[in-house]
C-alpha cells in the first residue's frame, strides 16, 4: 500500500513539472530568449499600461501602438528593420532611437529584453 501511495506521489509529481515545462509560443527562428518569460516580464514592466498586447491583461485605454502582430511587421518604432537587436535595443533605451518619443526608459535588463522580443516576436 505504502508503494502505491509513493507512486501516486511520484506520478502527480513528474505531472506537475512537464505541466510547467510549456514555456509557450515557440520563437521564430533564430530569436534567442524565452516567450514565457517575456510575457511575464511584460507584466512586471506594466507594458500592458500603455500597450494592448495579446495574451496579457490590461488598460482599455492606449498611449502605444498596440504590439498584436508585430512579429510580422518589417518596422519598429517607425524606422528600424524588425529584428530582435533592434527590438531589445528599443525596448532597453527607447530615447536612443527616438528622443521624442513617449516611452520610457524603465530600466530593462537585457536579459528580459531578450525574452520580451522573443515573446512579442511570436506574435502574428
Known amino acids: ?39 511575464l516580464a511584460l507584466t ?12 496579457v491583461i490590461g488598460s482599455d485605454t492606449f498611449v502605444g501602438r498596440p504590439l498584436e502582430g508585430l512579429g510580422k511587421r518589417p518596422f519598429i518604432a517607425g524606422n528600424l528593420l524588425n529584428n530582435q537587436a533592434n527590438l531589445m535595443h528599443w525596448i532597453r533605451d527607447p530615447q536612443a532611437i527616438d528622443p521624442t518619443t513617449a516611452m520610457p ?17 511570436t506574435l502574428d
Open 105 to 121: 526608459n524603465l530600466g530593462v535588463s537585457e536579459k528580459d529584453a531578450r525574452d520580451i522580443s522573443a515573446y512579442l516576436l
Open 44 to 55: 512586471q514592466y506594466a507594458c500592458q499600461s500603455c500597450h494592448k498586447i495579446p495574451g
Open 1 to 39: 500500500m505504502k508503494t502505491l501511495r509513493t507512486f501516486a506521489a511520484l506520478l502527480a509529481a513528474s505531472a506537475c513539472l512537464l505541466a510547467g515545462c510549456d514555456s509557450g509560443p515557440k520563437p521564430p527562428p533564430g530569436v534567442v530568449g524565452d516567450p514565457g518569460l517575456g510575457k
